[in-house]
């Protein structure tokens, strides 16, 4: 019944009515980047909120393997953020490896509206994102976008709805990471306006992580989100006493913002996709491998082998294999994941007069954190995004719902010293987030 109704969808056009600040001025899209946009509707167990939907595509793609969805919190500045989200550079590197699209969902949500009436998808939003992926796939010229599989990150109200997606469709899940919202499992009279879920057994077998921050109730007990911690707590030991394939990363280093935890979640996203995607475009997720598990009592910062794990398995956090609980070791200890390997070279460098361009690909394991422009052999600027006061020094910026600062970081130096009739030869560097410089 619910894809049919998804199917009567596709009749109707998508409107494009005026939007009211401060939805009005999202970035720009041309292809590879493509954008959908719809109101709200009345009708009951619809969206009450109007939602865009950016989508971008690598163009080296001829079929798609999947959707990585990028989903922002709840209240008007985290919404606002999310029209970013298919424009980061890191997010698109993951994405391209494997051959999917990076989509994020804005919803115009106004600062005090009941945030619920999105982030549960049960409230319209799962059957809009539904829709927006037919729309785009019509757009786009991508049939297939309608159909594969997703891989889910949302932050605070993100994770609930990316856990409650995860719950609702298990069989489109690739892997879902929830940082800081989880969804309900059981009836909460404190919060009586939010829904239980059921755990359906499909979803047992969806690798999740839960991403609280140690200031979020761990190692902070009282403040505005002191809730988070218990609430995800009670979600992980629920779901992995019936043997979902469930862990939790602390961030030591934060509160509510997201920090550092994308060089986790990257590494994460990338083990499962790699194991979870399906060679041929359209078919059905590959069951996730659990020889290879190593398992940590919860809270604990150390893993082992599942074979070497003397405690309760039924109780401890789950990691998909040895090289991701590595990092995850070194990531809730101090987040500094050790990386050696040096990043892309930019490519695609261009002289316009005084002007210097360049195309780039992210650093899969640690980003873009600036880029080095030389002239005739020596450095002559840095090209950054300014400071990030929520982690590492970032070439986009960083929102508070990891996204891009807007407006949008150019690829592009003017070289105001340059002299008048000379020719000079440029070259730019690619450095990533722990200072690896890439080739010239």
């Known amino acids: 019944m619910k894809s049919a109704f998804i199917a009567l969808l596709l009749f109707f056009p998508v409107l494009l009515p005026a939007q009211n600040p401060p939805y009005d001025s999202p970035p720009a899209v041309e292809p590879p980047y493509y954008r959908v946009r719809y109101e709200a509707s009345e009708k009951p167990g619809e969206l009450i909120f109007p939602v865009q939907y950016t989508v971008w595509i690598p163009e080296e793609v001829e079929k ?25 550079l890191h997010w698109q590197a993951l994405a391209r490896k494997h051959g999917c699209a990076l989509l994020s969902p804005s919803y115009e949500q106004p600062q005090d509206a009941n945030c619920q009436m999105w982030c549960d998808p049960r409230n319209g939003s799962g059957d809009a994102f539904q829709k927006a992926l037919f729309d785009l796939a019509d757009q ?40 800081s919202g989880v969804p309900l499992l059981e009836a909460n009279p404190d919060r009586d306006t939010i829904l239980p879920h059921e755990v359906p057994e499909a979803a047992l077998g969806v690798p999740i992580m839960c991403n609280p921050g140690t200031k979020e109730g761990v190692t902070v007990k009282e403040g505005r989100f002191a809730g988070v911690w218990p609430a995800n707590e009670k979600f992980f030991k629920a779901m992995r006493r019936e043997g979902a394939l469930i862990g939790v990363a602390v961030d030591p280093l934060t509160a509510h913002e997201c920090g550092n935890q994308r060089y986790m979640a990257i590494r994460w996203m990338d083990t499962c996709l790699t194991a979870r995607l399906p060679e041929k475009s359209g078919d059905t997720v590959k069951p996730m491998p659990t020889d290879n598990a190593w398992l940590s009592y919860l809270l604990d910062e150390t893993a082992v082998p599942a074979s070497d794990f003397t405690g309760d398995a039924s109780e401890a956090m789950w990691l998909p294999d040895k090289a991701t609980a590595k990092a995850w070791m070194k990531y809730v200890e101090d987040t500094e994941i050790p990386d050696t390997t040096r990043p892309p070279a930019p490519t695609n460098v261009e002289v316009n007069g005084n002007e210097v361009t360049w195309d780039a690909i992210a650093d899969l394991e640690s980003g873009i954190a600036h880029f080095l422009i030389y002239r005739d052999g020596e450095v002559i600027a840095k090209v950054d995004g300014g400071k990030n006061p929520f982690g590492r020094p970032i070439f986009q910026g960083l929102q508070y719902s990891d996204t891009p600062l807007a407006p949008l970081v150019e690829l ?7 002299e008048d009739g000379a020719t000079h030869k440029y070259n730019v560097v690619t450095v990533n987030t722990v200072g690896l410089e890439s080739k010239k």
């Not at 393997?65 to 424009?87: L, N, P």
């Not at 298990?170 to 929830?178: D, I, S």
């Open 140 to 179: 786009s010229g991508h049939p297939e976008l309608s159909v594969v599989p997703w891989a889910l990150w949302g932050h605070s109200g993100g994770g609930h709805w990316c856990g409650g997606m995860a719950l609702l469709y298990p069989e489109r899940v690739a892997a879902a990471w929830l940082r």
């Open 412 to 418: 592009k130096y003017v070289d105001e010293e340059a």
């Open 64 to 88: 798609l393997r999947g959707i990585v969805v990028h989903q922002h919190g709840c209240g008007e500045g985290s919404c606002k953020s999310g029209q970013t989200g298919a424009f980061d």
